[in-house]
């Protein structure tokens, strides 16, 4: 299917690649339109979007806008000085939304609130109602904690995505106003601009590259690329937290505050592709295998301390006390998709999806009214919650409410992560019920993935007399698969795999079949030794499911007193009934009678190891993701097997 | 030897009983004249205390009483509203020096400094640099971070200290002062007294009872209570960092910022003492237990959270990530050497013994010079420091500095923990060279503990014809020991122990001997299952040291990779050439050899459990308390053993 790049469609999602991109695969045009996720996203669009003005408005953020332009009395609402980024990322989830659906209720709702948005920006392009309301009109005095250019970056990718998706341009008159005032101010000693200087916290960086493709104008390209190689040099004190302890160009580790961490290596993906940046890529790719290899939860967590939300060090994966913050999944989400189309390699696909199914998905309820902050693998038995934004209970809304908007806008633009297309074909990243298309190619897709394993794949559109590659990831965790693709069935043992793809190259005719089939048999998981937080614990995972048990499944006492019982076989149970409709898995264990030790818990070994005894138990392990959606209680991902 | 409690000596050290008491035992002097811990004091004697004036007058804090006394130029110095208290502590400390060691040049800093606070002091007895230079004089408006009455409760204590160790009433009539003002503004409505509250920060209730002890004011008795009791119902917004979510008395668990936990269990533990209120002792006893039962870590370090430096849940107690703030474990002795007296039961001495050969030591260097705020159990293979005040090196002044005078007011009033009287007799609750004296009794005691387990006892003065009983405490680790005494030689199958004491009645003759042997072999110790954070590890301790591995000793890489083999015999090795002289323990074990599992470091269990291979390596435990006086390097207390 010999055709130029530039004949590719170019889907109206996030990552929109520039004509001369150096990315190896683009993304593709899919839909969701039935299954797990598209559930999950008709939540997001009736009930977690539609509630984001009224929340937005009681929280005071609204207010703060009106009153930067003049239009409301009273004073300033809310703690921190980037509370306007709570309504950009809201206007960025409802765009995308418009994208798709053109809710009319919707569309007045982001016009209202453009509008103010609009009003409240200065006649120079500035716009940020703290310093304007609060700090009488100073700026980029305090360029550590402002969070100026982190509000703008938060701006921009909004207005993007309000005109990539909906043609509109008002948002996007205004982030360019207050983009081209960056650009009149920042830059190196020798530009003539009066600050060389960065943001504490990242994220304008991969908004300008994105006002890049959307408008064409290199010089935010070169901005963004600016701000990029500025940190590391001490401009803020040289903190890793602020994410200035070592350029990014030199740096062998993630570390510092992680979504921080997270957005910068997005920016510097965004780069690479757009520029052919050699360095900031193998940066990328370094920073990215340190990072899975030793700083990630199973379930694609990201960040263990609660102290300065950091990455800690490596192997340093606590439960109870996993930070693991909303954000910085979505943060690695948006990271690890741009490496994943400048590299065209599976691997980052297989983190995504480990991210969407657990770290990320844990963050929002069921009913799409509630979020989590943090995401603990452990609530012990007798827990005291402090409340508050890191609380293990899930909360309305936040005082500091990054992560609700933040989670809105990625199951917004969900299906823009799903697919993504090359010259040779199309390259399927993601199972979903729907369609990926990818410039003549369409193909039909039908599954109930995660809970059963078969997608049955239709070809609908291709060249009658061309060959092109159908590209399948093969997830990571996959010990068996099989594909069935017209006379010809592969497995494990003789699939044309290279680097977790799986290539069938034809010609395609219009209703040719592929039906892949993975095996969901629920297994155990160890971690590497390394990991001293789950020595002698093992996992439930089911397919890219990791599960967890919750007290409540489990009445007569706590978890933090069962041991799983590896020799014995897990079962699978679907339960209709249960959490919307899920898949359990259920395994065997007790519950371990404890010694009386008297008032110290520590004792000398006694050289004899006898299996300890305790009452049988049958476990019940539901899907992380669907966690703390019942009563308040204890939960458990790793259990001791002794 | 009946005798009537005034009978005995009222030594010049911190918790002075009195008259009424309803504690069961009575501090009793002591005096240490070499071994372990003379050579400690005597660095923080020579060393620490001098230096002190020095760090103060650098970090601004003296500059602050100047500045408050009108003397100085200038604004206020320093980053919090209680820098005042380094100030208080560190006199409290050299006061307790001077009333062993009449220490001219000290004397006249003493001097000077106590004039700089009497200077600075209103005319209506409040004082507090950072309300009268930063706030305008503004007072008691924000009890919750003020800390005016923690400020105050120091300089009580100082004062005390002043007054009880070299008889001076300058540093003691500040302090009255300040407390008769406090006075006239708190109580309850019904009293007229203008504010209903207590401070954020607990720490004038212990002080106000040694202020009742010191002057016979009972009001000041009466204030203590009234503060006590008004914890726990929503002066402060109710939350547990500020001991303000449930009364004391209902409490069930020790929670919230360690040291506030701590120094008001203290407070309590001195009502019960004074008043015979068995409600507040039963509090204390039940809060002493389930703390130390799920919340205290090995070292007898307390606090697990970094964030709010809280207590944990029950059982999180982990180990890179431990607090274990020095104040804590300083605030841990007082309040358990109070519950020691209160009760006269021997396992709160087992915990003081253990905390300070451990958790508390470790926070102070061999060179008496740099400090620890933080004392984790283990520093990871690959650890970035954040530097600043929770760092995992040595520091030598911190911004917030609040535990390097604790520490030195600790080593200077040591010898007042040591020993206690009662009706009955002696109790020796900590074995040191030199002697103890209860009412007509002293003995005379010689050991290298905690090297060697030999404790030479002499009894130098008696009465001549009436028995009495010297009360031996056997600490809670010691599997095995022997007593001789006279023609009699008891061990633990046949000695007259009771609740922890060996309880020796005799009609003893001045030169008679006692020798204690306490069994040090050294020893591998296991938690309850229930402490996931050390699943699968042992601790080396040896007598009441834990000990840990450092990188330094292990060279060839890191710590996170070694197996102790606990099959193979543990043995002791003396090393007077390292670390000032130590014991070590050398085991047996091995560097695991990790398979690359490639970028993901989970992975399914295969059922087959092949004792990994590994380079055999050669373990050199160290001493905990001294670890991080050479090199940088990782650390590890809890060792996997498989």
Chains 1, 2 share one sequence.
């Not at 291709?462 to 010809?488: H, K, N």
């Not at 020595?535 to 990791?546: D, F, K, Q, S, T």
């Not at 992380?624 to 790793?638: F, K, L, P, Q, T």
Request: proline letters at 6%.
């Amino acid at each position: 299917m010999p055709r130029t790049r530039s004949a590719l469609p170019s889907p109206t999602g996030p990552v929109r690649l520039g004509p001369d991109t150096h990315a190896a695969l683009r993304p593709a045009a899919a839909g969701i339109d039935a299954g797990f996720w598209h559930a999950r996203r008709a939540t997001n669009a009736r009930v977690s979007i539609p509630q984001g003005p009224g929340l937005l408005e009681s929280a005071g953020n609204l207010h703060n806008l009106r009153l930067a332009a003049g239009a409301a009395e009273g004073g300033f609402r809310g703690a921190y000085p980037f509370v306007d980024t709570d309504v950009y990322k809201w206007l960025e989830a409802a765009a995308w939304q418009l994208g798709q659906d053109a809710d009319e209720s919707l569309a007045t709702e982001v016009d209202r609130i453009v509008s103010l948005v609009a009003a409240a920006q200065q006649a120079d392009g500035y716009l940020n109602t703290w310093f304007q309301l609060v700090k009488g009109g100073e700026r980029y005095r305090d360029l550590r904690w402002g969070h100026e250019l982190y509000c703008a970056g938060h701006l921009i990718q909004a207005a993007v995505a309000h005109h990539r998706a909906t043609g509109r341009a008002e948002l996007l008159d205004v982030a360019r106003g207050f983009a081209d005032h960056i650009d009149s101010v920042f830059g190196l000693p020798a530009s003539g601009r009066p600050i060389d200087g960065i943001d504490g916290h990242p994220e304008v960086e991969t908004a300008l590259v994105e006002l890049y493709r959307e408008t064409g104008e290199r010089r935010y390209l070169d901005l963004a690329g600016y701000f990029v190689d500025r940190h590391g040099h001490g401009l803020l004190g040289g903190e890793a937290y602020c994410q200035d302890r070592v350029p990014l160009r030199e740096a062998t580790d993630v570390e510092g505050h992680a979504v921080r961490q997270l957005y910068l290596l997005a920016a510097a993906a965004d780069l690479a592709a757009e520029t052919g940046d050699a360095e900031l890529r193998a940066a990328g790719e370094r920073l990215w295998h340190s990072m899975t290899t030793a700083k990630t939860h199973l379930t694609g967590g990201l960040g263990a301390h609660h102290d300065q939300e950091d990455f800690g060090d490596p192997y340093e994966l606590p439960n109870e006390r996993a930070y693991c913050e909303t954000c910085a999944a979505i943060a690695s989400v948006q990271w690890s998709w741009r490496l994943a189309l400048l590299t065209g390699e599976a691997r980052y696909s297989d983190l995504i999806e480990r991210t969407l199914y657990n770290g990320f998905l844990a963050g929002v309820s069921l009913d799409g009214e509630r979020w989590l902050y943090v995401n603990p693998l452990q609530v012990r038995d007798g827990h005291t919650d402090s409340g508050g934004d890191q609380s293990a209970r899930r909360t309305r809304w936040f005082r500091c409410a990054c992560c609700p908007p933040n989670a809105m806008r990625l199951l917004a633009s969900l299906e823009h992560y799903l697919a993504s297309g090359d010259d040779r074909g199309l390259q399927i990243h993601q199972y979903v019920t729907g369609r990926y298309a990818a410039g003549p190619v369409t193909v039909r897709a039908e599954t109930d993935y995660p809970w059963h394993g078969t997608v049955a794949l239709t070809v609908e559109e291709t060249p009658a007399d061309r060959p092109w590659t159908l590209s399948l990831r093969i997830p990571q965790w996959a010990r068996e698969f099989r594909v069935r693709c017209g006379t010809r069935t592969y497995d494990r043992t003789d699939a044309p795999l290279s680097d977790g793809w799986l290539r069938l190259e034809r010609t395609w005719a219009p209703g040719d079949q592929i039906v892949l089939e993975l095996g969901l048999e629920p297994r155990l998981t160890a971690a590497d030794p390394r990991v001293d937080a789950v020595r002698g614990c093992v996992a439930i995972e089911r397919g890219p499911l990791v599960h967890c048990l919750e007290q409540v499944d489990h009445p007569g006492g706590g978890l933090d007193d069962i041991v799983l019982d590896p020799t014995r076989p897990l079962a699978v149970k679907h339960r209709p009934d249960l959490l919307g409709g899920i898949t359990t898995v259920v395994a065997a264990g007790r519950r371990r009678s404890i010694p009386d030790r008297g008032w110290w818990p520590y004792a000398e070994v006694d050289g004899t190891h006898p299996e300890p005894d305790g009452e049988p138990v049958e476990l019940t392990a539901v899907p992380y993701h669907a966690w703390a959606n019942r009563e308040d209680g204890s939960m458990r991902v790793w259990l001791p097997t002794s």
